[in-house]
């Protein structure tokens, strides 16, 4: 099975909570995925997966959360060639329409344009937003939870996500 890397960063612990939440379903499915907040990581433990999962909820207007935002310039100098990545954010569709999912497609960007891998796109039906630098097309760069206006759906949302991109990592 899989030796996945899950990067993620948390101000209110919804983003950690989901990761939470990946990381299980993977397990169940027997893969080994080791979990990293960020802020206590940093980013150099990326180089030690082929594999990663990258977790940011869309903070403020459009925004990278704090930890992410810290790293961001060093993470848009690094190299994902040969990896295979897949993103999930956490945003309120709802509060903040004009900017729903950004920082999805703030850190997807970068690792499509420095050779890694995307897996894990999302559909956009069942989501009211308006705007979102985190399409391309019909699609979100990886996987919207909002826990604000639709928890009930985010743990059926995850399960569905594991199992699309589970067979994507090698």
């Not at 397990?27 to 990581?41: N, V």
Request: net charge negative; aromatic share 12%.
């Amino acid at each position: 099975m899989a030796k996945i890397g899950m990067f993620w960063g948390s101000s209110t612990e919804m983003t950690s909570i989901a990761a939470t939440e990946i990381k299980r379903e993977f397990e169940k499915l027997g893969h080994q995925i080791d979990s990293f907040d960020i802020a206590k990581s940093g980013l150099k433990p990326i180089a030690d997966y082929k594999n990663i999962i990258v977790g940011c909820p869309t903070w403020n207007v459009g925004e990278l959360q704090e930890d992410w935002d810290i790293l961001f310039d060093d993470y848009q100098k690094l190299r994902f060639d040969d990896k295979i990545g897949a993103f999930f954010g956490v945003g309120d569709q709802m509060g903040y329409s004009c900017n729903y999912l950004d920082a999805v497609g703030l850190l997807a960007r970068p690792f499509m344009e420095n050779g890694g891998k995307l897996v894990g796109k999302w559909s956009t039906e069942g989501y009211e937003f308006e705007e979102s630098v985190a399409l391309e097309g019909e699609e979100f760069l990886g996987l919207a939870l909002d826990y604000d206006n639709q928890d009930s759906e985010s743990e059926e949302r995850i399960l569905k996500w594991v199992d699309q991109i589970k067979s994507e990592f090698v």
